[in-house]
């Protein structure tokens, strides 16, 4: 086989976008923005477990609609870990759902889900007419895996001795402000 037969082969459009997305996450990443986001909804959600694991699973599926998937777990799931222990919630339960609501989420577009990309290209279906198809369909179905997913793990998630733990929020945002 010939390099140019090679070359023909490789999807450069799925290359791209994936090297972009990578660029996109180490900025994101590097100013703190993961650390900043967390912070946000675990004060929306009052420090209460059950709205932070549906905020939580929730705003982490919307999140991976609009990028990687890959990426937002392995960005968020060290804070929903260290947070969960802070608050003693066991952080298994939140991040298996975090990371089945973003893999659900992501294939709503092609950002999200990188096969997304070659399925779209291969089909000729632009980026538009992608999410026409998939959006309602995919938002519905991370609404519904969170509900599933805290029905099958809720008694999991609160820990034998749990007395609801309150976080300084204020220290935590001093020392996870977004920089640039």
Same mark, same amino acid.
Request: aromatic share 10%.
């Given at each position: ?13 799925? $290359? ?11 900025? $994101? %990443?590097? &100013? ?13 959600? +009052?420090?209460? *477990? +059950? ?13 991976? @609609? ?12 060290? $804070? ?11 952080? +298994? *339960?939140?991040?298996?759902? @975090?990371?089945?609501? &973003? &893999? ?5 577009? !092609?950002?999200?889900? *990188? ?8 089909? /000729? ?6 999410? @026409?198809? /998939?959006? %309602?369909?995919?938002?519905? !179905? ?15 998630? $609160? !820990?034998?001795?749990?007395?609801? +733990? ?7 945002? %001093? ?6």
């Amino acid at each position: 086989v010939s390099m140019r037969t090679m070359l023909g082969m490789v999807d450069w459009a799925t $290359l791209t976008l994936l090297f972009a997305s990578m660029i996109l996450m180490q900025m $994101l %990443a590097s &100013t703190s923005f993961f650390n900043w986001l967390g912070l946000k909804i675990i004060g929306l959600s +009052r420090q209460d *477990p +059950r709205i932070l694991y549906f905020a939580l699973t929730n705003i982490s599926g919307l999140l991976s @609609m609009v990028l990687n998937n890959v990426t937002v777990v392995l960005l968020f799931g060290p $804070l929903i870990y260290s947070i969960a222990k802070k608050m003693h919630v066991n952080p +298994r *339960p939140l991040y298996l759902a @975090m990371t089945i609501s &973003t &893999t659900v989420g992501g294939t709503a577009t !092609q950002i999200g889900e *990188p096969p997304n990309v070659v399925i779209a290209s291969k089909m /000729n279906i632009g980026f538009e007419r992608f999410i @026409m198809f /998939n959006f %309602a369909i995919v938002l519905v !179905q991370v609404v519904v895996c969170s509900l599933f997913l805290y029905w099958r793990l809720k008694d999991k998630m $609160l !820990q034998g001795d749990y007395s609801r +733990r309150t976080l300084d929020l204020e220290s935590l945002k %001093a020392d996870n402000r977004i920089t640039d």
